[in-house]
């Protein structure tokens, strides 16, 4: 089968490409991006286009049909003035930053007046997070979950040390987590993808946005494998599944 990928995501689409070169199908793993032509796709690019979004991807998940929590969000900059007002911890949130860019931990009106100058289109209630999960589902199906794990600092970006690694919370505790990751893949219309989910402190789950092309390049990780034995799955006619056990 085909497979296209955004340039950012060479390595793993490479691998990808590699790795499916065999599998006979007449659809094209899209991995990243959000401008192609018409075809038969396994994430549609116009699909990626919205989940690329930030601000758009939380609109289209506090409106489908089957609830996907969320943090509370606006993009009316009066109203992050009267969270702050409120006492409230706001972040402001550009429309397509990576890892720990484009956010802006607010503190002041005056912040809101400055993300808004360095970009931000949106602003987020900050969540006090116990834990941060990447969960990966396709097909409706999830086939790995990882959490963000050894860093510092409120954002969990590389940057600042933070690492996927596997969870330290069991399968079943993490059940809220999983249901939050499938229904926020499908309110976007994807076939698969890798959600950004948190919990507080007081076990409130709050999902940050879905990421299409997630780095499977790391030869030491069997997120790689999953994903092949999945889309291979979709490519040859498998069928959306649940849960059937405890991935790692």
């Not at 991807?57 to 900059?77: E, K, S």
């Not at 969270?83 to 009106?109: D, E, F, N, Q, Y």
């Not at 969540?127 to 086939?143: C, F, L, Q, S, T």
Request: glycine share 10%; hydrophobic share 40%.
């Amino acid at each position: 089968m085909r497979v296209l990928y955004h340039r950012r995501c060479r390595p793993s689409g490479r691998r990808l490409a590699d790795a499916l070169a065999d599998v006979e199908s007449d659809l094209t793993l899209n991995w990243g991006l959000s401008t192609a032509g018409p075809g038969l796709w396994i994430n549609d690019p116009s699909s990626v286009a919205v989940a690329s979004d930030k601000l758009a991807a939380l609109q289209v998940m506090a409106g489908f049909r089957h609830h996907v929590p969320t943090p509370q969000f606006t993009d009316d900059p009066d109203v992050a003035v009267s969270w702050l007002a409120s006492g409230l911890l706001v972040v402001g949130r550009t429309a397509h930053h990576r890892g720990g860019s484009g956010l802006s931990a607010i503190s002041s009106p005056s912040g809101v007046e400055w993300s808004q100058r360095q970009g931000a289109t949106h602003w987020l209630q900050r969540v006090d997070a116990a834990h941060e999960y990447r969960v990966h589902v396709v097909a409706g199906k999830v086939i790995k979950t990882s959490e963000k794990l050894g860093g510092a600092g409120w954002v969990r970006a590389k940057s600042n040390g933070w690492t996927f690694r596997s969870p330290t919370t069991t399968f079943e505790e993490r059940a809220p987590v999983r249901l939050a990751a499938r229904r926020a893949v499908r309110s976007l219309g994807l076939d698969f993808g890798a959600a950004d989910v948190l919990v507080d402190r007081d076990g409130g789950v709050y999902t940050l946005e879905v990421n299409t092309a997630p780095s499977v390049a790391d030869p030491t990780s069997t997120t790689f494998d999953r994903y092949v034995e999945a889309i291979t799955a979709i490519a040859t006619g498998g069928r959306e599944g649940e849960d059937d056990g405890p991935p790692a």
